[in-house]
Structures are given as C-alpha cells and as structure tokens.
Nanobody, 118 residues
Framework: QVHLVESGGGLVQPGGSLRLSCRTS????????MSWYRQAPGKERELVATITAFDDITTYAESVKGRFTISRDNTVNTVYLQMNNLKPEDTAAYYC???????????WGQGTQVTVSS
C-alpha cells in the first residue's frame, strides 16, 4: 500500500524558512517523479515544484523560483522542499504527490500546513 506522509509545516514569520519532508513507502520511490503542491483557502491546488526520477531535474512555479528547492533522497524514500524567504502568500496546505510513469495511478499525502505571518 502506498503511503506519503508530510511533515515540517508550521508557523513562521515573513522572511523565515521551513523544510518540508515527505516520507514514502509502498512503491519503487527511485523510479517515480515527485512533486509538491499547495492549496490556499478558497484557491485551487497549484503545482509548486517537481523533481524527476533518474536525473533529478527540477522545475518550479514562477512564484517560488529562487526561494524554494526540491530535493530527494532515494536511500530513505523521502522528498524535501526547502522554503526560504517565506512570504504571507506562501500560506497554504502543502501536499506531496507522485504519479506512476506507467499507469494513471496518482498518490497524495495528507498535507502539512504552512502559515507565514507576523
């Protein structure tokens, strides 16, 4: 059974940093691309960052480029999102996601809340 468990969210002041983690199990983590999404109240869920499976190519939403970094550690089946210079508009629930490269299967974590406020 596939599990994605996020952690690391919390309350931080503007300009601060947080590191989110997504620990996974139940699938061949190293073969799957991994993504972070976020959803703010009243808004649609948006893609924040993606990292590919074998060559670790990363892509980011324009709103987080230069501030957020996605990375993965295949030895512990975990993907990370380092978030620096956080802004109030980064406040959202952040979700870990993966899509099978071979089927239509898609998996989500339960989310972790990030609140940026003074």
């Amino acid at each position: 059974q596939v599990h994605l468990v996020e952690s690391g969210g919390g309350l931080v002041q503007p300009g601060g940093s947080l590191r989110l983690s997504c620990r996974t199990s139940g699938f061949a983590f190293g073969n799957y691309p991994m993504s972070w999404y976020r959803q703010a109240p009243g808004k649609e869920r948006e893609l924040v960052a993606t990292i590919t499976a074998f060559d670790d190519i990363t892509t980011y939403a324009e709103s987080v480029k230069g501030r957020f970094t996605i990375s993965r550690d295949n030895t512990v089946n975990t993907v990370y999102l380092q978030m620096n210079n956080l802004k109030p508009e980064d406040t959202a629930a952040y979700y870990c996601n993966t899509k099978s490269p071979w089927t239509r299967d898609e998996f989500w974590g339960q989310g972790t809340q990030v609140t940026v406020s003074s």
